[in-house]
């Protein structure tokens, strides 16, 4: 089955500095990848996603890149602030009967100081 | 915005016991998925549900585990015979259109004592 490695774990910067965060997988099927920020105590919720025909999209602070190839996706968030301090997960999904169904990585707690 | 719901947001449960969480999908939607997040883990994928029926499971959904939905607006995940094992957030979530976006519910905190 698919794997999802996801580094680093805990990620620490300042305010207005950017922060990368980096995934890699092993299945060539998946063909979704979706980023989810999760607040503590709060649901996953979608910030951005790329799927494998396109090998970048920039959504204003936040940006993701795919190289198919190498087989590893990136999150990038520019001008930090201390509201993006939350725990961000990577997936990497394959089509199932309608669905993507996702494997996630571990998970990266990003902290922002003021 | 319409949103996912469940019910209980936490529940305690002793080890043994049937547990039943409840989720309300947004309206419109077909497709709905339970997941499992372990205290400080990632989440996991447990099972995805289409037309009545259960399209993919993971290997943690074994036979202890069922989903279904009762009437037009419930989708609910069963647990036979709760583990300590067992205890972890459950998020359910629900999407409109084939491939599409997944929206998550606020989770249901299981308890096994």
């Known amino acids: 089955g698919e794997n999802v490695e996801q580094h680093p774990s805990t990620l620490s910067v300042q305010e207005g500095d950017s922060a990368v965060i980096k995934c890699t997988y092993s299945d060539s099927a998946s063909n979704y990848f979706p980023w989810y920020k999760q607040e503590l105590g709060k649901r996953p919720q979608l910030i951005i996603d790329i799927r494998s025909n396109v090998g970048e999209k920039k959504d204003q602070r936040i940006a993701v890149t795919l190289n198919k190839t190498a087989k590893h996706f990136s999150l990038h968030i520019t001008e930090t602030q201390p509201e993006d301090s939350a725990v961000y997960f990577c997936?990497?999904?394959?089509?199932?009967?309608?669905?993507?169904?996702?494997?996630f990585g571990r998970g990266t707690s990003l902290i922002v100081h003021p | 915005e319409p949103e996912v719901t469940q019910t209980p947001s936490h529940q305690v449960t002793q080890m043994g016991q049937e547990v039943i969480l409840r989720c309300v999908p947004i309206?419109?939607?077909?497709?709905f998925y339970w997941y499992r997040q372990i205290l400080g883990q990632k989440v996991e994928f447990l099972v995805s549900?289409?037309?009545?029926?259960?399209?993919?499971k993971s290997e943690i959904f074994d036979d202890q585990f069922s989903v279904e939905r009762p009437d037009g607006s419930n989708f609910t995940l069963k647990i036979r015979s709760t583990k300590l094992e067992d205890s972890a957030m459950y998020f359910c979530?629900?999407?409109?259109?084939?491939?599409?976006?997944?929206?998550f519910g606020p989770g249901t905190r299981l308890t096994v004592l």
């Open positions: 979530a629900s999407t409109g259109e084939a491939y599409n976006e997944q929206f």
């Open positions: 997936a990497a999904s394959i089509r199932s009967g309608g669905s993507y169904i996702p494997t």
């Open positions: 549900f289409y037309n009545n029926e259960i399209s993919e």
């Open positions: 309206s419109n939607h077909l497709y």
